[in-house]
């Protein structure tokens, strides 16, 4: 997995940052693991070492271990990114839309869970065009999720699951 965080420009690390990433990475894999930041040849050692390496039955293990709970989390994000889109559904056609008291309590959770970016102020009328945008984006949100999970349930190749367990985490967190 490679995560990084620096200022493109200058190279240097943003602490603040990782600092953060890690906090997220802790909450979905849980307390009892650590995060530790590696250098682009470190992480090169380590993929070169796995391509010629066969993985032993504890890596499995905690492969598996995190796919269960990266697959949780993304499901749960599915299940929330369908009832948000079946929300909105109900305002589909209407010129300006203005949400219901309670849809706009449910959208406004949703965005702030999943910091999705949404371009109009959701307790005022919204933009027939903003609107729509904002709903394709959450069925674009909703096809990706469903894809990955997918892909991720018919990988037999312990690396490549890895690596899209690392995707599909971004996906879901960021």
Do not use: P
């Amino acid at each position: 997995m490679r995560i990084s965080a620096y200022e493109h420009n200058t190279r240097i690390i943003k602490d603040d940052i990782q600092t953060a990433l890690e906090k997220k990475m802790e909450e979905v894999l849980g307390s009892d693991v650590t995060m530790l930041f590696l250098s682009d040849d470190e992480l090169d050692k380590i993929e070169e070492y796995y391509e010629n390496h066969t993985v032993n039955a504890d890596e499995k293990k905690l492969i598996n271990d995190f796919k269960e709970k990266v697959i949780r989390v993304a499901k749960e994000k599915l299940v929330a990114t369908k009832d948000i889109l079946q929300t909105l559904k109900k305002y589909d056609g209407a010129e300006k839309i203005t949400l219901s008291v309670d849809d706009s309590e449910k959208l406004s959770a949703f965005v702030e869970k999943y910091k999705f970016e949404c371009e109009f102020d959701i307790g005022s009328e919204i933009d027939e065009d903003d609107f729509y945008d904002f709903y394709e984006e959450l069925e674009d949100l909703y096809e990706e999720l469903e894809e990955d999970i997918t892909e991720i349930d018919q990988t037999d190749d312990y690396a490549d699951l890895l690596e899209d367990l690392i995707e599909l985490v971004k996906d879901c967190l960021w």
